[in-house]
């Protein structure tokens, strides 16, 4: 049996698809793990991903 490990995820990729966002991240221990994020707009509380240009 393995002992419990703490993966420590690191976002290797991601990946448009027409129902939402795979990302693929990898733990150093060599696990993978996929993260789908679908496009279904969250009733509440959502935060907008688009990043914010500090202006000069
Ligand atoms: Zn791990």
Known sequence: MQTS???HWTEVS???T?????R????ACGRWHMVATPLVA???GVSA??????RP
Do not use: A, K, L, W
Not at 18 to 22: D, T
């Open 5 to 7: 490990h703490r993966h």
């Open 14 to 16: 991601r990946h448009p």
């Open 18 to 22: 027409s129902e939402g966002v795979v």
């Open 24 to 27: 693929y991240q990898r733990c």
């Open 42 to 44: 969250d009733p509440i």
């Open 49 to 54: 991903t688009v990043p914010v240009t500090p």
